[in-house]
């Protein structure tokens, strides 16, 4: 299995707080990715990064913002937490360019009280 | 980025073939065509992915008709472990310059009764 981490794995937290949630790899690979996945919908993409410090915004990116300052690590942060961002988060990673061969994190569950 | 349409949703019985088609009539000449598979509380696994004709692999064989207006994911002789919803996705792998976005529908949830 591809070396990728996601943490925390749960999270319950209340509305209107910052949350930061951080996806790490070991393998070196160059496109990383944050999805939301919710019942009916399916997964949606967030926001993603094509290299280091350099990303841009999913199909959902209202709320969430994301860093990458090292290649091995993309961070997801809520800045205030509502209840409409209790969600179930994947992290996914990928190779060269334009790869669709994508590995995924176990998720990371978040619920907003 | 070309959308894909697919069932929302099919019913199986162990051991039988499962055919699950996908339908992208915007393909581009570029684009290839990728399987994901997940499992209840799991990330997508990638399953097969293809440009044309017929693709096989140990879990699944992928065939693409020579408009590539669509796909067919088959299953051979599935079993309860089966059971997951699997999403197709069609795009430029090959691409050099730019970077894919992986954008995924809500894909066919597959149930295998005994």
């Known amino acids: 299995d591809a070396g990728i981490t996601q943490s925390p794995r749960h999270k319950v937290t209340e509305t209107g707080t910052p949350v930061t949630l951080r996806c790490h790899q070991t393998?070196?690979?160059?496109?990383m990715y944050w999805y939301r996945q919710d019942p009916g919908h399916g997964l949606r993409l967030i926001h993603y990064?094509?290299?280091?410090?350099?990303?841009d915004k999913g199909e959902v990116s209202d709320g969430y913002s994301v860093s990458r300052s090292k290649t091995e690590d993309f961070l997801l942060t809520l800045e205030s937490a509502t209840s409409s961002q209790t969600s179930v988060y994947f992290c996914?990673?990928?190779?060269?360019?334009?790869?669709?061969?994508?590995?995924f994190g176990q998720g990371t569950r978040l619920t907003v009280v | 980025l070309a959308k894909t349409t697919q069932p929302i949703s099919m019913d199986s019985y162990e051991g039988q073939e499962v055919n699950i088609t996908c339908s992208h009539n915007?393909?581009?000449?570029?684009?290839?065509i990728t399987w994901y598979q997940q499992f209840p509380s799991q990330g997508p696994r990638f399953i097969i992915q293809?440009?044309?004709t017929k693709v096989t692999n140990e879990v699944a064989s992928l065939f693409i008709p020579a408009d590539r207006k669509s796909s067919t994911l088959s299953l051979p002789r599935v079993s309860l472990s089966d059971t997951a919803v699997y999403y197709c996705?069609?795009?430029?792998?090959?691409?050099?310059?730019?970077?894919?976005?992986?954008?995924f529908g809500a894909g066919t949830r597959l149930a295998v009764h005994p």
């Open positions: 393998e070196n690979h160059r496109y």
């Open positions: 996914a990673i990928s190779d060269v360019a334009g790869d669709t061969e994508a590995f």
């Open positions: 996705l069609v795009g430029d792998i090959k691409s050099t310059g730019g970077y894919n976005k992986l954008i």
């Open positions: 293809g440009y044309k």
């Open positions: 990064s094509y290299g280091v410090k350099d990303t």
């Open positions: 915007n393909i581009a000449t570029n684009d290839y």
